[in-house]
């Protein structure tokens, strides 16, 4: 009996000393596992832009050249020949095209004959003008005599030196039969063919200068300021990564009565060979000094009787809370100056719940 009342209680014992150690286990495994089961909160997160407080405004422009020239003969005539096609490269001093010249050499062959007769006439006018002075210095002949010869020998003069300028004219005509390039450039037009008759002055050769090439494009009437006062520059759809900075030479006076635009110029000093005339470029205008600033929701505003702040996220899940300069209120959204960095994530929903302490979870949409 004595035996067995022993190996009874050793058992009880044993049995008791399981159950505490299984209780402990059992504990510390809930422990574990309601440690690993805390989840982070998720939160809906937003990235920092700046960006100028005046956004930029681009527009869709024509490159063409600053001077366009209608170049026309200067004496009427036949076109003998046209020298040049369009798209055709011109220099200074090239030929252009050609009048025929038989009847311009007809006149200036009249005027050469009138100045030698001019001449012959005021040899004899001169030499009648001193054979009368020395006439009357005998005394030999009147005054009005001596006068008359001197009108006589002054109006031969005149002829003489009309003569002279008729035949300058006639060169200077002849000259002009044939149509020669002013300056470098390219031909953008050819209203003459070979056969024609021309009047003076009538356009003969559109040549477009190299000289200076500008972007053409339809402003609004509420970009008109801006495009006078703020920052253009120009890229070309053919070259989409560089950039020219654009000058505002001309703004339409009125606006166009289909569109409501004016028509603005602007100036390309850098443009080189490269930018031809007729391409497409895109020009966009800025304020010349303008804010940065950035745009965030309403939400994202942390304020608890202290200066507003934003909770921003690391890569790891830390927030922190800091505080921001705000510029204005918007009707969903907040406008702020400074605080945060460029790129930084900042919590945009649930501020008011969460502690700097605790970690969170990064979620890209909401989902219920």
């Not at 150690?21 to 809930?30: D, I, P, S, T, W």
């Not at 009437?221 to 253009?232: P, S």
């Amino acid at each position: 009996m004595f035996v067995r009342y022993v190996l009874s209680s050793y058992y009880k014992l044993l049995a008791g000393l399981m159950l505490a150690l299984m209780a402990v286990a059992l504990a510390g495994c809930n422990e574990k596992v309601a440690e690993k089961a805390a989840p982070s909160r998720p939160v809906l997160v937003s990235t920092v832009h700046y960006e100028a407080e005046s956004p930029e405004r681009s527009f869709v422009g024509t490159i063409k050249p600053r001077i366009e020239t209608d170049m026309g003969f200067r004496v009427p005539g036949k076109v003998a020949k046209r020298l040049v096609e369009v798209g055709q490269t011109v220099d200074v001093g090239q030929p252009l095209a050609t009048l025929d010249e038989v009847d311009l050499k007809l006149q200036a062959e009249q005027a050469v004959a009138e100045f030698n007769a001019a001449t012959g006439v005021l040899a004899q006018a001169a030499a009648a003008e001193q054979r009368a002075k020395d006439l009357r210095a005998k005394g030999w002949t009147t005054d009005a005599q001596l006068d008359q010869s001197r009108a006589a020998g002054d109006e031969a003069r005149a002829r003489l030196n009309r003569a002279e300028r008729s035949v300058e004219l006639t060169k200077n005509s002849l000259s002009y039969a044939n149509l020669v390039a002013d300056t470098r450039g390219v031909v953008t037009a050819t209203l003459v063919e070979p056969g024609q008759v021309v009047a003076s002055g009538q356009t003969a050769i559109r040549v477009a200068r190299f000289a200076e090439k500008e972007a053409v494009v339809a402003i609004p009437e509420t970009l008109v300021g801006r495009a006078k006062d703020g920052v253009a520059t120009v890229t070309l759809w053919s070259e989409p990564d560089k950039k020219y900075g654009a000058k505002l030479r001309e703004v339409a006076p009125s606006a166009d009565p289909a569109t409501r635009t004016y028509l603005a110029k602007f100036s390309l000093p850098e443009a080189g060979d490269s930018v031809s005339l007729g391409m497409t470029a895109t020009l966009t205008l800025a304020d010349r000094a303008t804010e940065r600033v950035a745009k965030l929701p309403l939400s994202a505003l942390y304020s608890q009787g202290g200066d507003p702040s934003l909770y921003v996220v690391d890569a790891s899940g830390d927030i922190a809370l800091k505080p921001v300069a705000v510029k204005s209120y918007e009707t969903n959204c907040v406008v702020i100056s400074g605080g945060v960095d460029e790129g930084a994530r900042v919590v945009t929903l649930g501020v008011q719940k969460l502690d700097p302490a605790q970690k969170v979870r990064v979620v890209s949409s909401l989902s219920f």
